[in-house]
């Protein structure tokens, strides 16, 4: 909770930027704007998962007072793609329908329930083609889903090999063999996405947005409007969660701009829950199997993956998510080799994207249950086994990437001891269990989605005489903190409270450009960028300070709203004093920032730039789960999370991104599933809140946050992610705690009652079959 | 539906204030506080009754105002988190704040209506395990209740003198 002596410097604790508006109900999100004149949207969408679109017929719609406009595909028939490679959807269908939810028409209309209406007068004349369901079945049909495709369903295919692994497996003591299924889950922020827009008489756009990437959208409007980006501005206004679910351009995006185009009025479009669904871009189900090998002494000798991962109807960051299937797992463990072969297919689903975590949280669910029955089979302890493998700081991963700090082995010590895990494990009374897992995770990555060599971040920082701070940051706030970070280091450098900052971020015409809220790249990349402009602002102000009172500019130092003589306390000036007379000296005081990635740390191989980062975070955790063996419910009661983020440069905003990643594991690990129903023609199985189960405040364990630092050169003061890493070792901890409890494996996510039932009557023949046998019969 | 609803004459108190209103007799209370009141404080998360941002409170209960039609809170007293602060932040509003516990802050109006009920009869301290169950309609995604459930109680505990520190 807040130390208020410490509440203004890097490493306290500080009331959030813009929160108190927030609770009191005044900041204004995407769908509480309203401008006059406004037009309400809705898109009309496919029932079937694939399907010739052979007429649309809007004339009964149009017929319908207050209708103002209907748009279908050949309206907006340029494709557009977060990936430039793969841009392979469009804003509404163009000729065929490719899952049950995707856009086929828009309109407008006066209200809501107008609209409304007519989309029900809408008729639409459909040919159903043969759809898939099954990423495995879909690789080998000629039946082509969708139409930019240049490889049939193979969406992408990622074949990497570093070292001999066949060889290295043959000559390892143990190997252990895994097939495991990571189910497909979603984002579920709370907000609904929503779009508004409006044009100027004289031709400008303005887009409001529920994004978490104000530029990639930027960029994709002026591309599939073909209307220059310095006639279009893109405000993302408060937003109401993301977690990857808002990182890429949707439909409703561009439809709200063009609408608003044709009829020259505001034009706005919230989703409903259901089309949040059928937005999704969430996790991948991934089919992953696994070889791990390992040494006499425990070391990892080798391992080998081969995973199908199921990509929906759509690429979104798919090319990306393929790559992180394997690129991504080669820390905080060393290996000896490491092959790994990803395909990601294309299936008359929802697309999957990037949900918190991307594309890694999947195999590591798999690594970390192969290290689990690797222990068990080496008879060591499994942080004993993980502090043996765990890789150096300063050290290379086995696909060459550099790892700079690591306080992987603090992580494990840390959970070791809080969870008491020495004195309890194996003691614990029967259907209690503890299970250990680790993880590392990526500081945004090195190279751009698009290609360039600018700065991946920029910021301005400008003072004025009043002794207050102004500054302009192209970072998306999606609640995760971004805007009090870069207040916290500008207070820092300039010694000045929080309520003496003002941010303003995420808006295309004010700000200057940061690609976005996503790769946990914000707090490295935009902070090292802000702490570039507040000491430059640090130096012309200590300059002016010093020159008036004839000291050397190391003498002087900013804090508390002082500029304060270091060696001659009684010698002070107010903060707005010093600011005065540096604006005497230099003119208006404003500094620019700007991080570039570094371009020296990837791997020298076709496809070694992606996972390549300047900073890797490590996290371990442990669960105390309850399972019942009559019902096969699991009750997660405790996980204990330590992260290593380098450092907390605001300590309640790491531990809440600590908590929630944490919750969010153990959410995907007992509830979730995001699916469709083959049976029914590949509706959705729930796209509701009620359906699609996520914890409430009864359903979530007890969640105690253990920060670790180890400082990176790269980072802020030293600072790394801490926004998505503490989700991965999550859901593997729980599911080698369910083995510890009841010595069932569980490799199927997610640990329903029916799945951990059947597994533990499975276990239960098993074992009456070895009593059969008379001197075989071993207890577990 | 070939012709539009006509609208009814709502007479609302809201916060202390006597409002008339025009608005269609199927609206929800949700629609006519954010769409018609522009009280956009109360969030719609979900259209069904399942997330619990738009809960508000009625006569001193949390109700959904998305499953409430707006007739139905005639002569009512209705509560939207606009007015929970006074001149300076209600208990909680700090607490919450002192412990970032609004991360996006869209399920939190809907957390302080809940919560605010279960703290205005307490009379003494409430637990976590109390919190966990007032708010166990309201879904965040994402603190993991964690910081929610904390700030809770420790409001709770300032407003009964117990605070620790």
Redesign the interface.
């Known amino acids: 909770?807040?130390d208020e002596t410490k509440k203004d410097h890097v490493g306290g604790?500080?009331?959030?930027v813009g929160?108190?508006d927030?609770?009191?109900?005044?900041?204004?999100?995407t769908?509480?704007l309203?401008l006059p004149g406004m037009l309400h949207a809705k898109i009309l969408r496919s029932p079937h998962a694939h399907a010739n679109i052979l007429s649309i017929d809007a004339s009964e719609a149009l017929a319908l007072?207050?209708v103002e406009a209907v748009i279908t595909g050949s309206d907006l028939p340029l494709p557009y793609g977060i990936i430039p490679w793969t841009r392979d959807e469009n804003a509404l269908c163009l000729d065929k329908a490719l899952f049950v939810g995707d856009g086929v028409a828009c309109l407008a209309a006066i209200d809501e329930?107008?609209a409304n209406?007519a989309i029900r007068r809408m008729k639409v004349e459909y040919e159903p083609l043969e759809a898939h369901f099954d990423p495995a079945k879909s690789l080998a049909s000629d039946v082509h889903i969708n139409p930019y495709s240049k490889k049939g369903n193979l969406s992408k295919k990622v074949l990497l090999e570093f070292g001999d692994v066949d060889e290295a497996l043959d000559a390892s003591e143990v190997v252990v063999e895994g097939e495991y299924f990571f189910e497909g889950t979603t984002?579920?922020?709370?907000?609904?996405h929503c779009a508004l827009a409006k044009i100027d008489p004289d031709g400008m756009l303005t887009v409001w947005s529920a994004t978490q990437v104000p530029h990639y959208l930027h960029r994709e409007l002026a591309r599939v409007l073909e209307i220059p980006a310095r006639r279009i501005r893109v405000i993302q206004p408060?937003?109401?969660?993301?977690?990857g679910g808002k990182s890429e351009p949707f439909d409703l995006e561009f439809c709200v701009a063009k609408l608003a185009m044709i009829t020259g009025k505001p034009v706005k479009l919230?989703y409903?829950?259901e089309e949040v669904f059928y937005s999704h871009r969430g996790r991948h189900p991934m089919r992953m199997k696994y070889r791990t090998g390992f040494a006499k002494d425990g070391t990892i000798t080798g391992v080998a993956s081969e995973t199908i991962l199921d990509g929906g109807a759509y690429s979104s960051f798919g090319l990306v998510t393929t790559y992180y299937s394997g690129q991504l797992l080669t820390a905080p463990y060393a290996f000896g080799t490491y092959r790994f072969h990803s395909r990601r297919a294309y299936t008359n689903k929802p697309a999957c994207g990037p949900k918190r975590g991307h594309g890694s949280v999947q195999p590591r669910f798999a690594m970390e249950i192969q290290l689990d029955k690797a222990a068990e089979r080496l008879g060591v302890d499994p942080i004993e086994l993980r502090r043996v493998n765990a890789i150096k700081p300063g050290e290379k991963t086995i696909n060459e990437m550099s790892i700079g700090s690591t306080g992987f082995l603090t992580c494990l010590d840390e959970v070791e001891r809080a969870s008491r895990w020495k004195e309890r494990r194996g003691k614990l009374p029967k259907g209690h269990g503890l299970g250990v897992a680790g993880s590392t995770y990526i500081s945004g990555t090195n190279y751009p989605i698009y290609p360039n060599e600018m700065p991946q971040s920029a910021i301005q920082v400008t003072l004025d005489r009043s002794g207050r701070a102004r500054i302009f940051s192209g970072a998306s706030d999606?609640?995760?903190?971004s805007d009090t970070m870069v207040a916290v280091i500008v207070g820092e450098e300039l010694g000045l409270p929080q309520e003496d900052i003002r941010v303003l971020s995420a808006d295309t015409d004010l700000c200057p450009v940061d690609l976005g809220a996503y790769s946990s790249r914000i707090t490295l990349m935009v902070g090292n960028a802000t702490l570039q402009a507040a000491q430059e602002l640090r130096r012309m102000v200590t300059k002016s300070v010093a020159k008036r009172w004839d000291v050397p500019r190391n003498r002087v130092v900013l804090a508390d709203r002082m500029a304060i003589d270091r060696e001659d306390p009684e010698q002070s000036v107010d903060i707005a004093t010093a600011f005065e007379w540096a604006e005497t000296d230099h003119g208006l005081l404003a500094a620019v920032g700007n991080y570039k990635t570094p371009t020296d740390r990837h791997g020298d191989y076709r496809g070694g730039t992606i996972g390549a980062s300047p900073a890797y975070s490590m996290t371990a955790h442990v669960a105390e789960v309850k399972v019942d063996e009559e019902t096969g419910e699991v009750r997660v009661l405790k996980i204990w999370c330590a992260h290593d983020c380098g450092k907390a440069i605001?300590r309640?905003?790491v531990?809440?991104q600590m908590?929630?990643s944490?919750?969010?594991g153990a959410a995907e690990a007992v509830l979730e599933v995001h699916d469709v129903d083959p049976a029914h023609q590949g509706v959705h199985i729930g796209p509701?809140?009620?359906d699609y189960r996520?914890p409430?405040?009864?359903d979530?364990p007890?969640?105690e946050?253990l920060i670790v630092e180890a400082p990176d050169d790269r980072g802020p003061y030293g600072a790394k992610e801490a926004g998505e890493g503490p989700l991965h070792s999550s859901i593997p901890a729980i599911a080698n705690a369910i083995y510890d409890a009841v010595g069932v494996r569980l490799d199927e996510l997610p640990f329903t009652p029916e799945r951990v039932l059947a597994a533990i009557e499975a276990q239960r023949r098993r074992n009456a079959e070895e009593l059969d046998k008379p001197q075989l019969a071993v207890g577990k | 539906m070939n012709e539009p609803t006509p609208s009814i004459l709502l007479s609302l108190r809201v916060n202390g204030r006597d409002e008339q209103v025009a608005a269609p007799p199927h609206h929800t209370l949700l629609e006519v506080l954010r769409y018609r009141l522009r009280l956009t404080g109360s969030k719609q998360g979900c259209d069904k009754g399942d997330c619990g941002a738009c809960t508000v409170q009625i006569d001193g209960e949390p109700v959904l105002s998305c499953l409430t039609l707006a007739i139905q809170a005639q002569g009512r007293d209705v509560r939207t988190v606009e007015g929970l602060a006074g001149r300076t932040a209600h208990p909680l509003q700090d607490a919450m704040d002192r412990y970032d516990a609004a991360q996006c802050g869209f399920c939190t109006p809907g957390v302080l209506m809940s919560a605010e009920r279960l703290l205005r009869d307490a009379d003494r301290a409430v637990t976590h395990a109390e919190a966990a169950h007032a708010i166990a309609g309201n879904l965040c995604r994402c603190t993991g209740y964690t910081k929610i459930l904390d700030a809770i109680v420790d409001a709770s505990e300032r407003m009964h003198g117990e605070a620790a520190e």
């Open positions: 909770m807040t604790w500080h009331r959030k929160a108190m927030r609770m009191r109900g005044l900041a204004k999100y769908d509480d309203e007072d207050g329930d107008t209406e984002h579920a922020a709370i907000e609904p408060p937003l109401g969660g993301a977690f919230l409903t829950r999606i609640g995760q903190g605001s309640g905003l531990e809440g908590e929630g944490t919750y969010m509701s809140l009620l996520i409430t405040s009864l979530t007890e969640i946050a």
